[in-house]
Structures are given as C-alpha cells and as structure tokens.
C-alpha cells in the first residue's frame, strides 16, 4: 500500500497473548546477529498459519464459512479463530452454528457498517498469521489521477471496515492500530468521509474514544449542514457537535434547530416519494423548491423515480447551490446513482460547476471510486461507479451529436412500421450488449412503462392473426399507447447516443446490416428461405462476437492508458440471440 496512507511494509503490534507481531514483505534480520531462538520459532509459526490462510488448498482443510454480504465465501478454521479471539469462540460454539455445520453470515455479526472482502480478508490474515501486510495495489487508491491518495474515499473506506471488523471480532490491538492509521490522516479528509469514521468510531465507543473525540472537533469547525448530521450520525452525536457550534459562535442560535417546519413539511413528504404533496406545500407559499433545497434532498436522500418526478415539476432551477456551494450534480456524484445524474444532465445541469473548494462533479465521483473497481468491475456497485464517471465525461466532453441515430433509421424514412421494427430491435439489441448502460437510458426513457406492439404486426403486413392497427395502410389510425411507445423508444436511443457514443456506435454498426431486419422476420418463409436466413443470421452472431471482442480489448488498453478517456463498460460476453420469430 502507498506508504502515505500510514502504512509501511513493517508494522509491530502486540496482541492480548503477549505475542510480537511484525508485518514484512520479507524477513529483514540483521546479518550481524541471529534471532534469539523463541523469535525464530514465533516468526515460524506465523509464517507457517499465515500459508495455510494463502494457500491455494485452504478451502479443502478448512471447516467453516464465513459468508460475505455480496455471496462471497471465506472458508475458516474453527480450531484458529476460537484460540486467537474469544468472539469467535462463542460463535461457533453456540448451537446455532452446530445447526448451519459451521456456515454463518457476516451481516449476522457486523450488523451496523458494512464489511467488504478485502478488509475481511486483512482480518482474517492478522488472525492467522499476527502480521499487518502491506495492501494490494489500487486498494486505497482513487481513479483520480491528481488526488495525494493520503485520505481519499478508498482509503478511510477500507480502513473504516477494518475498524470496526476488528471491533465485532474483539481484537483490541488492530483497532488500536487502525485508529492511530485513520487519526494520521484525518485532517486531509473530507468533512462527508469524516462522517463515515465518526460514525464507526462512535459505534466502537470506549475503544475508539481518541477518534471519537478528534472526529467532532473536525465536524464543529465544518459547513456539514444540519440535514447531512442528522442523516449520518445518531441523536446524541449531532447534539454534541451542535452545541459546540453554538458555543464557539459558529452558528446562529436559531439555525441550531432543524429546518424551519415548512420546509420540513416538504422534506418528509419527499421521504414518502410523495411529489403531489410537495406540489400541495409549495402552492401555501411559504417557500420555493429552492429555498428549501429540496432538489439536492432528493437527489441525495430519495429515490431516482422522486427525484425524476420532482424535476418533472420544473419549478426548481438544477444548477442552483446549497449553502455549501453543491450544486443538485454535484450531490448526484457523490450519490453515485447513474440514473439520476443522466436525468440531471437532461434538464441541463452543468457539469463544469465548481464547489467552494473548486471540485467539479466528475472530480467528486473519481475520488469516491476505488482504482481496482473502476478497471476491473464485476459486481454491480463497482459497475454503477464506472458508469458515474463515464457518464459525467461524456457531458464535459461534447453535446449531443446531431442526426439519425444510424444509417437503417434514416432508411425507413416516415415508415412508421419500419421505424418501430428498428427501435425494437435496437433497444433489445442494447439491452442484451450494455445491459446496465441500457437499464439507465431505458429508466429514464420510461420504456417500461409503454403498451409493447407484438411482433408479428411488425413483421409481417400479411399477417392473418394481425391486430387492429396497420402500420403500413393506415399509418395515422396507430393506437396512441403505440406513439407513446415510439417515443419512449426514440428517447432511449437519443440518450444512449448522448451518453454512451462507444456503445451507439456499436449498435450502429449492427444495425446497418442490411438484412438485419429481415432477419427477424420468418413467419411466412419457406423452408429454403429459413435456412438461407438462419445462415445469415449464425454469420452476424460471428460478427457480432468479434466485434464485441474488440470493443473489449480497446476498452481494456484505454482505461490501462488513460483513466480519463471515454470507454464502454466491460461486460459479460452475451450469451443471448437476436430475436428471431419463427
């Protein structure tokens, strides 16, 4: 790990038994003495537990699993853990865990703050081996090239998890030391990530007491307004820190309150998803949308779908700033929520808006994301996180580009069956390529919400089991649901060409073929015409998985190179077809 963040390849701590525990990359004697003999053998059996933890076999001796709030799981030793900690020791001996044959949970037993693998796993190894080692790289480490790394988000995350993973598993030595790591660094954290370690240091309570302390007196002298105290931190803990403001003159005595009630009114019924409401309380005129900020409260607090509705409204300006100077997309980056920055951006949010401290939201959104997700993303939130940054890029970098979306859609002209045969297939095409660039725009779009037309009515204008409605004969006589459809479509696709060039120009590329569309189409085909297409149609799947081998590699090679270049997500290979009627 980076040697800013307060850790060196070397770190001695001693536990509860009187061991001392030095963490290396290597032994480090001195050539001029040898180690006293007692040493040598601790070094031995800390070398010897600690490859039984790395060891690719650890699975086959182990006989317990801890299993990770993602699904993951740990294999354990019952015999190891129970005689280096005496919280495990009652774990597994409850009968409880004799009942699940030793499989038990980690959200059971660290129930207040999430654990992550990584910190689970640099756990687990001090209690086997007695050492603290040096981090993987890119662990604590921001996509943000300019960042020092010494407290960005990453780095207070992990050591955070560590903490409190140390607390609940009642080993007295590593919380020590990790909260002398995270007092080293506190005076270069943000006053949001300081929320984080207040928040844990107060749940380890006496055995954090330094930290705890440390914590508040940073929060006193902050601009973390009430709303974002009470949000992150129990009652007592936002009193404390209040009514030190107060004390010391830093704010006035009726700002130490909550929010006047009016604007309070608005903010519970945004908690409910309840915009009617907020249209009820703003037309009693006490306050504006504005005023009460209560955009950046669901931006930040609410869900996409509230925060949608509530921009619907269009009675709040969304570059307006806080009393923090954030504006609405600069909560929005630090929300991570890739649907509801889209929507900001769409109702022209500006993404060059500085804070106070002259962040834009791009640079807040890197600096809250891990390296090692942004490159190699499996899971969801690490998928969601890359897309955060990908999508504030693309809006700094250009505006939307002008035209048909590809070359087939220009083709079908005011064809309206045509039309529709193409967006059907290109959304489907999306959602099967760029599912979760898909799932954003289509959200967004609304598309879920429309009456989908069947396939054979696209297909076939000779169709005996047609509906009511010919697309090609009387095109003005389309049922309303199916226009509404059309353009839920034609508005996915315009904001997956805004937002996600790459993967239109993916899309584009396949779409262009020119049977592509008559390939969805077998219902009234010969035997001999089905085989000609099915032929066809196994060559496009050919070029189809080629092209998306490319797009990967390029997309690989970039993000080595550049953390700031435009790249697509790296996803799962497809494993689906076009859609073929037969």
């Known amino acids: 790990m980076d040697s800013r963040l307060g850790f060196s390849d070397s770190n001695e701590i001693s536990n509860s038994s009187g061991i001392c525990c030095v963490a290396t990359n290597g032994e480090t004697h001195s050539t001029h003495e040898l180690p006293a003999p007692g040493v040598a053998a601790l070094s031995r059996l800390s070398e010897n537990l600690g490859s039984i933890f790395e060891t690719q076999e650890f699975d086959f001796f182990s006989d317990a699993k801890m299993v990770l709030e993602d699904g993951r799981e740990v294999p354990v030793h019952r015999c190891i853990l129970s005689a280096r900690s005496a919280f495990f020791k009652n774990v597994f001996s409850s009968s409880a865990a004799k009942e699940r ?3 038990f949970e980690l959200k059971e037993l660290a129930k207040d703050h999430g654990v992550g693998f990584d910190a689970v796993v640099a756990v687990l190894g001090y209690l086997y081996s007695g050492r603290v080692k040096s981090l993987p790289k890119g662990l604590c480490v921001c996509v943000d090239d300019d960042c020092s790394h010494f407290g960005c988000r990453p780095a207070v995350d992990f050591m955070v998890q560590v903490l409190y993973a140390s607390y609940i598993f009642q080993i007295s030595e590593l919380v020590a030391l990790y909260q002398r790591h995270l ?11 300081i929320l984080v370690v207040l928040s844990v240091a107060n749940i380890c309570d006496k055995m954090c007491e330094r930290l705890l302390v440390r914590c508040i007196e940073l929060m006193v002298k902050s601009d973390v307004d009430v709303i974002t105290l009470d949000k992150a931190l129990p009652q007592n803990i936002v009193k404390r820190i209040m009514d030190k403001r107060l004390e010391l003159g830093l704010d006035r005595p009726e700002s130490i309150s909550f929010p006047e009630k009016h604007v309070k009114r608005i903010h519970r019924a945004l908690d409910s998803d309840d915009v009617e409401l907020v249209r009820m309380l703003l037309k009693e005129g006490h306050t504006n949308l504005d005023d009460a900020h209560a955009l950046h409260y669901a931006v930040a607090y609410c869900d996409a779908k509230t925060t949608t509705e509530l921009l619907d409204l269009g009675l ?35 993404p060059s808006d500085l804070t106070l401290d002259g962040r834009k939201a791009l640079q807040i959104s890197k600096r809250l994301t891990k390296a090692v997700d942004y490159y190699k993303s499996t899971d969801e939130g690490s998928s969601k996180d890359r897309l955060c940054i990908e999508i504030l890029e693309q809006a700094e970098r250009r505006e939307p580009l002008l035209g048909e979306a590809s070359l087939s859609l220009a083709m079908a002209g005011d064809d309206l069956r045509m039309k529709m045969l193409y967006l059907e297939n290109r959304v489907g095409l999306a959602k099967l390529l760029f599912p979760i660039e898909a799932k954003v725009v289509m959200d967004i779009a609304q598309v879920d919400g429309t009456s989908e037309l069947p396939l054979a009515d696209l297909c076939s204008s000779n169709s005996t089991k047609r509906s009511t409605v010919d697309l090609n004969e009387a095109p003005f006589k389309i049922k309303e649901e199916h226009l509404i459809r059309m353009r839920a479509l034609s508005r996915t696709v315009e904001l997956g060409k805004r937002f996600f060039p790459r993967c239109s120009e993916v899309l584009n590329k396949i779409m262009d073929a020119d049977d592509l569309s008559q390939l969805a189409c077998m219902g009234n085909d010969t035997p001999e015409e089905r085989l000609v297409k099915r032929r066809r149609y196994t060559e496009l799947q050919e070029v189809l998985s080629k092209a998306f081998d490319e797009d990967k590699e390029e997309f690989d090679r970039s993000t080595m190179s550049s953390s700031s270049s435009s790249t697509s997500i790296g996803v799962a290979r497809p494993n689906g077809k076009l859609a073929m009627k037969n």
């Open 316 to 350: 709040a300006d969304v570059n307006h700033k806080n009393s923090r100077g954030y504006t609405v997309l600069h909560v929005a980056a630090m929300r991570k929520e890739p649907k509801i920055i889209v929507s900001l951006l769409t109702k022209g949010a500006q």
């Open 101 to 103: 044959c030793g499989k």
């Open 183 to 193: 007092l080293d660094i506190l005076d270069r954290v943000a006053p949001d990530d």
